[in-house]
């Protein structure tokens, strides 16, 4: 079975080691906090930056790599997810814009095993998922992409924009 929290600094060094032979401009950033949250099976990864209290970047790992049922997809997935939360640290990729596209593709063209990408479904790896009840969908005006949420997205839904086509204009339903 995988061990996310035997993987983790190996996964980190090797995330670093790949950035750094894509891109001379890259540094490693500084990370500061790691969190396993193993009973969290709704995301694989987060980072983020919590400014008020640290410089550098928090870590933040679900649960969901340790119900993969194949353990070198498992430490797969797992190492293309550390590397496309490492993306994110580097300057103007917070988001999953063009800049942070064009790195998964150049990280992709180099080292094809990992394929890193935008998201990707749990089903794709094998876990059976249960399906949260969805409260919220957000549907793109431009291209259909709809978007579920057990809750309320927290910020007003003019701040956000299509990972599909860019467009603005969404619309928020509740669905209850």
Not at 90 to 100: A, E, L, S
Not at 144 to 172: A, F, H, M, V
Request: hydrophobic fraction near 30%.
């Amino acid at each position: 079975m995988f061990n996310v929290c035997e993987e983790i600094q190996s996964a980190l060094n090797n995330g670093n080691k790949i950035l750094k032979e894509c891109l001379k401009s890259y540094s490693e950033p500084y990370i500061y906090k790691i969190e396993f949250k193993n009973k969290s099976k709704s995301y694989w990864a987060k980072v983020g930056k919590n400014s008020k209290e640290h410089f550098g970047y928090f870590l933040r790992i679900g649960g969901l790599f340790e119900l993969i049922p194949d353990e070198s997809i498992a430490r797969n997935k797992f190492e293309s997810t550390i590397i496309h939360e490492l993306i994110h640290t580097i300057p103007g990729c917070m988001n999953h814009g063009k800049k942070f596209k064009r790195i998964c593709n150049l990280v992709n063209y180099k080292y094809p095993q990992y394929k890193v990408q935008t998201s990707s479904s749990a089903e794709d790896f094998g876990i059976i998922e249960s399906k949260p009840k969805v409260k919220y969908k957000i549907i793109c005006s431009k291209c259909g992409k709809e978007y579920l949420y057990q809750r309320k997205p927290k910020l007003d839904i003019n701040r956000y924009r299509c990972s599909i086509c860019g467009n603005i204009k969404l619309e928020l339903i509740n669905i209850n």
